[in-house]
């Protein structure tokens, strides 16, 4: 269980709503929402009851409350002491898109805090051109996804202009994500005739430019949905088989019960490659060295993984 869920759960009872709670946390009310779900599933019983007015604690939300709020201010307390006795903590600032952000940086996080316990990693998400300028400005840490052909060179030249320098990691190309239970699943590959047959959801403010610029154009002309979250993307097409996206290969790597719904499906003569990347500045204090050592490492080993499917 983490302990975040709780918090949402708790600022939800005390807003009396999940939008004020998602505000205040400064998070979208789908994650608030999906952590809700998630505490409300690892329990076995509902917390919140919902109505048009906003939201109220059930009667074993109340108890789980009143635990949870406590529980939240000693945790709050204990991070206050850490803050002021531990002095050799060092804060390392990682950027990475969403896709990493679900399932690489958790292996990254947990490798490093092994090795080294006083080093913490402060994370930024976004979308990936996000991510890339916000690393380049800040010279910190980052790793981005699906790096493809048409911004490959056009990055080099940032990224050498800013003193700053990457590694390719494992392949991450993009690739049309299925609900199993769709007839195409059952083929080796598709063609523009199936993309057809399909309705497209994507966000164009995050997803990559030539996903919906190159592709979108053989989907479905109708019903094209825009989803903000990739979650609940994911989740609607585990729910809606005539619903597809285009996303990297490795979103389905990412934690959630509904990606065991879904499949991803290559283009027939129409390839999306992409790498992952991995940022970083040239000139690195002795903490962002250990940190870049190893995610480089990570990144080696998924490579090496990879070359021997």
Not at 152 to 157: G, I, K, L
Not at 276 to 297: D, L
Request: overall charge neutral; some cysteine; proline content about 5%.
């Amino acid at each position: 269980m983490q302990l975040h869920y709780l918090e949402y759960f708790v600022q939800a009872v005390e807003c009396r709503s999940l939008n004020r709670a998602a505000r205040k946390l400064d998070v979208s009310p789908q994650a608030l929402c999906a952590g809700v779900a998630a505490l409300e599933k690892k329990l076995g019983y509902p917390l919140l009851e919902r109505s048009p007015s906003g939201v109220r604690p059930t009667k074993n939300g109340e108890i789980v409350f009143k635990d949870a709020y406590e529980l939240g201010e000693m945790f709050h307390k204990w991070r206050s002491l850490s803050r002021n006795q531990t002095k050799d903590t060092i804060m390392v600032k990682l950027g990475a898109s969403t896709t990493l952000m679900r399932w690489l940086v958790p292996q990254i996080i947990l490798q490093i805090q092994q090795k080294y316990p006083h080093i913490y990693l402060e994370l930024f998400e976004s979308f990936v051109e996000h991510v890339f300028h916000t690393v380049i400005d800040q010279h910190m840490l980052g790793l981005i996804t699906c790096v493809n052909e048409r911004v490959e060179s056009t990055y080099r030249v940032r990224l050498a202009q800013n003193n700053m320098s990457y590694m390719e990691g494992p392949e991450d190309g993009c690739v049309v994500i299925l609900n199993r239970s769709h007839a195409f699943a059952e083929l080796p590959i598709l063609t523009f005739r199936e993309l057809a047959e399909l309705r497209l959801a994507f966000n164009p403010k995050r997803d990559q430019y030539f996903v919906y610029r190159d592709i979108c154009k053989y989907f479905s002309p109708s019903g094209i949905i825009h989803i903000p979250e990739q979650e609940n993307l994911l989740r609607l097409i585990s729910m809606d088989a005539s619903i597809a996206a285009v996303l990297p290969r490795s979103v389905l790597r990412s934690p959630g019960g509904w990606t065991q719904r879904l499949c991803a499906k290559d283009v027939e003569d129409f390839p999306m490659p992409g790498r992952i990347w991995f940022i970083y500045p040239k000139n690195m204090h002795s903490t962002e060295k250990i940190v870049q050592k190893g995610i480089a490492n990570l990144l080696t080993h998924l490579k090496a993984e990879e070359s021997e499917q």
